[in-house]
Each structure stands twice: as C-alpha cells, then as structure tokens.
C-alpha cells in the first residue's frame, strides 16, 4: 500500500513543489499502478492538483481500487472503457464478406492482418494482437485523441491556474513529463504503446519530456505457461519496432475512420523503463501488487521531488545546469 514515509521533507511554511505530468496508462498493469499514484498524491498535497492529469485506456471497463487507511482510491474517475463493438461488429461482417466493411477496410489491410482478426466476446483483448491492432484503429478519433488532447492542456498551467496553485501553497515547475505505463505482454498494452507514444510525441507542448514505463513478460505472476509463451512473443514483437522507431524509421499509419494519419520522424520517447520485478539479480520477484507499489513511488517522488528536476536534466536533455553537476554526482 501507499506509504508517504517516503515522502520529502518540506521545511515549515515552504511552498511545495510539483511537476505537472500527465499519466496515461493502457490495459490492466496501469489500473494496479495509477490509483496507488493517485493515492500519494492525495495524501501528499490533500487533493490530487489539476496538472497531475490521468487517463486509462482499456478494452474491459472493470474498474480497479486500493484501500489505504478505510480510504478507497478508484480508476473510475480517469478510466476510459473503449467500446469493443466496433471491432466486434467489424469481425462478425468481415466472416459474412460483407462488402462495402471489405472495402472499408482497405485502409487498414498494410497495417493490420485482417485474416486474423477474430470476434472474442469475452473481456478485454485476449491475446489476440489483429484484434488489438484494428481496435485500436476503431476507435481512436472518438475516444483517444480527445481525451489525450484535452489532458494535454493541463500540463503548462495558465497564469491564473498558477494562480490557484499559489494560494493552495504549490509551486509548479516550468517544465514538464509525460508518463505512458503499460503492459508489454498482453494485448491492449503492446497494441496501444506506439501509437500512444507517437502521438503524444507529436502534440506535446516544449519542454516536455516523454517516458514510457513497459512491464515485460516476467511482470506478469497469474498467467499460465501458454499465455506467458506468447505474451513474451508479443513483447519481442513489440520492442522491435518500438526500438526500429527510436533509431530513426518513420512512423506513418492510419488511425481512425475518417482519415486520421500519425506520422512521426522522430523518437517516439525520452527514456523507456522496462519493469520485470525481479530483485538482487532474479533471486526474488515482486507480487503485481509489490511491483505497483514500487512504480508508484517512483513517479509519486519524480512529481513532488527534487529527483524530478534532476531526471529531467540527466536524462530529459533540459537542465543544462544539471548535467554540468552530473559527473560530480554520487
């Protein structure tokens, strides 16, 4: 659970700090991680402030909760349930060769394996990558991109948005993160990292740095041996063009109904963090539970801490100061 034992010391009558960052998380491993963040957000400035934004993008709408101290802190106020009709009613015409959703789905066919793509009733993805790819594709302009663009919004407070953050006794940094956390060896996670990432990358504001935080393969403690086999065949999959990307090949894809395109000729991210939950060299391993504390707190102290200031200048290229004093650092 939550501890703010962890918390930095604020000397009396000190304005507090934060580091307006958006949180955006995709499939089941964000709804172990956000609420726990939410909750030492709350504890820590009594309200989660307006620039610490979260949304969570998933294809099964059950909600997830912690319980700190008879205080319950829940997904549902930023958890976005994308319908799975589309892809459902899309996959049931596709089986009867229906001909106008064939020839609707032309924009797609370099992008996605139609032939593999099945009607699932059950919750979430399962497993099922076409699936996840067409899904995605579906549902993006209703659903993602204004979502995404309107959290976008709060990350560089207006002047009386700052305003409100002095009287609350907060400080807000001039510069600012994006956080994107999601598993690497489901379905919604990996299907969804990319054009999640590249889209952001595309309209984020300056002096913004991009992260993405990846639960690999071995992150995952309840699956069997078959889903872990082909979970680890997603994950590789995955980080091949995530990496592919990153060393210069463009990205250039459809997303949407009615013609909207993300094209990136950049990195698509700052830093990545792959997380496996292995401690003191694979001699341990962490529960879901231990492994969402711990990425928690580590996003918890990069928003409220001086440890924000300076990731962002070591790894983020924005503190020219900070990277002076780096080769001094212990």
Known sequence: MPDNTFAPVIPPGAARSVMPSLYVGLGGYAKAVLPRLDAHFQRHYDRRPDCLPMTIFD??????????????????????????????????????????TLTFLQRFRPYVHLAHVRQVEAPGLNLVVQNGNLAWRLVWENHVLPDLTNKLQQLHPAPHAQ????????????????????????TTGPTGLIPILCELKRLKPP??????????????RDKTTQQQTKGRAIFRATMTQLLALYDGQEFDQPYGANG?????NEAPFD???LVDGSVMGGRTTLTTDELADLVALFLYQVAVGP????LLGLIGNLNPDAQQEAPDAH
């Open 59 to 100: 294809f099964d709408e059950a909600q997830a909760e912690v319980t700190i101290d008879g205080q319950s802190f829940s997904t549902q106020p930023y958890l976005r349930a994308l319908p799975k009709k589309p892809l459902l009613d899309f996959a049931r015409r596709m089986r009867g060769n229906h001909a106008p």
């Open 163 to 186: 305003g409100q953050l002095a009287r609350q006794g907060l400080v807000a940094a001039p510069r600012s993160a994006i956080w994107v956390i999601a598993g690497g060896g489901s």
């Open 207 to 220: 002096q913004t740095n991009l992260f993405a935080v990846v639960f690999t393969p071995a992150a995952y």
């Open 260 to 264: 909207h395109r993300i094209v990136l």
């Open 271 to 273: 830093q990545l963090f």
């Open 307 to 310: 440890i924000g200031e300076r």
